[in-house]
């Protein structure tokens, strides 16, 4: 299933590291709104689901590589692991 990152923005189908926050606690991201929206090859399901995802700021969904870019520690050690 296509999802966004939240880092990067990039709409693809792979693996996510997913933090958890408050409800409220995130503002939604209007670039990642627009990321959604510019996004050629989606179908309108896809799109809604994305958007969708987008609008639930109670998660973070991230590529592991990009926490890891982050500074993310779980991401780190998953990239590490995943590497060697």
């Given at each position: 299933m296509n999802r966004i990152c939240d880092i990067c923005r990039a709409i693809d189908d792979q693996p996510r590291h997913i933090t958890y926050h408050p409800a409220g606690a995130i503002p939604v991201d209007q670039e990642a709104v627009k990321a959604v929206l510019a996004a050629q090859g989606l179908s309108d399901d896809e799109r809604a689901?994305?958007?969708?995802?987008?609008?639930?700021?109670?998660?973070?969904r991230h590529h592991f590589q990009c926490g890891a870019s982050k500074g993310c520690a779980d991401c780190v050690a998953s990239t590490t692991t995943q590497e060697g």
């Open positions: 689901t994305i958007l969708t995802d987008v609008f639930d700021t109670a998660d973070e």
